[in-house]
């Protein structure tokens, strides 16, 4: 009889455990949006690893998840060039959904300094080093810029600039206007014009010899 008493109480203990274990494992529809803390922006495709049933769940591209867990469950939220959040569903849900939020850190990342050399060994560097030529300091390009040569260079390179231009086309009008109001006011000073008068003062005296 005592056998059976205890076997009675060691099922009814098994019932009651199963039942609240059961009460204390209840599903909901666990859902949420993940963004930047800093500027608010969706993060898409987020891995959400859920650690106390290891099962692996994925955020859409606008950074949306839905999925079904247990109260209580730990969940890790990882993406690339983001910290990793873990978070816990709390346990004193009553309804079977559930909202939340989720704010993720940008992580930034130093790369190490790369340095790119020509050079293949530190012997190589050192003869190259010491054949180059150094370039001039600001005195000697000036000096070599200001010598007779380069300036005589760069007069016979250079084109004439507008300024020029425009005094060159100014001296040729006046000398041509000068010239022509020359020839026309003033025909004493034409040389043609005392040659033709030469001409027939010569060619009157040698007529009147012949009259003779």
Known sequence: ?????????????????????????????????????DSNNVVPYVTISNVTTNQTFSANYQGYFSFIAHPGDILQYTAVGFTKVELAIPTDIRDSKFTQMVKMKSEIVYLRTVKVSPWATVEEF???????????????????????????????????????????????????????????????????????LMQGIFNGDKSRQAEN
Not at 7 to 30: D, G, P, R, V, Y
Not at 134 to 152: C, F, P, T, V
């Open 1 to 37: 009889m005592k056998y059976i008493l205890s076997l009675i109480f060691l099922i009814f203990s098994m019932s009651a455990f199963s039942q609240q274990n059961a009460a204390e494992k209840k599903l909901i529809q666990f859902s949420g949006i993940i963004t930047d803390v």
């Open 126 to 196: 050192t003869k190259d080093f010491m054949a180059m030529k150094i370039a001039d300091d600001d005195y000697e390009i000036a000096r070599k810029n200001l010598s007779g040569e380069s300036i005589n260079g760069m007069i016979q390179t250079l084109s004439r600039d507008a300024g020029e231009i425009s005094g060159i086309n100014w001296r040729l009008n006046h000398d041509r206007a000068l010239n022509k109001n020359m020839v026309q006011t003033n025909p004493l000073l034409n040389p043609f014009a005392w040659g033709k």
